[in-house]
């Protein structure tokens, strides 16, 4: 009668503990995400900062010397005018522009292209006369791969005391 109360107890006690981990671990990781693309976001609001009190130019250094930023001009048609001139992911711009074209104004978002990720934010504004969309992106594969390791670290082993093996792969 003890020991099938004692292994009814500590059944439960695993499951409750388990429990708290997973919430633990989903907590920290929400909060890390949060936060990460909070920064990307930042760097874009930052380059449209400095576009805007340059009156809308985008002459010397828009983003601020952040070398994941990007910023591409779009017509009205969402045809790709202007591309950065530097990098070594400039090929990408021009190869996917249609991935890359935006679908919405004053929305941040995050989108993959090519194995890629970033984060992009587009305004509306004129150049020469001619109605442009211009969009901000960011590259986030360093915060997209960090995450993804915290999820193994944080979510992966609460899956895998989980799993019908565990006890006898640890010898429990």
Request: hydrophobic share 40%; glycine share 6%.
């Amino acid at each position: 009668m003890f020991r099938k109360t004692r292994i009814k107890l500590t059944a439960l006690n695993a499951c409750v503990f388990i429990l708290l981990i997973a919430v633990l671990g989903t907590v920290i990781y929400m909060y890390v995400r949060t936060h990460m693309y909070s920064e990307a976001d930042q760097s874009i609001y930052r380059a449209l900062d400095r576009i805007e009190k340059k009156g809308g130019s985008l002459a010397g250094d828009p983003h601020g010397n952040d070398i994941r930023l990007r910023i591409l001009i779009w017509d009205k048609n969402n045809n790709l005018m202007s591309t950065p001139s530097d990098g070594p992911d400039v090929y990408l711009y021009e190869q996917y522009a249609a991935e890359f074209a935006p679908a919405h104004v004053h929305f941040m978002e995050a989108i993959k292209v090519a194995g890629h990720y970033f984060r992009t934010y587009t305004v509306k504004d004129m150049m020469q006369n001619e109605d442009v969309k211009i969009q901000f992106l960011a590259q986030i594969d360093g915060e997209v791969l960090m995450l993804h390791k915290l999820m193994i670290i944080t979510i992966a082993p609460t899956c895998l005391r989980c799993s019908p093996g565990w006890c006898w792969r640890n010898g429990h």
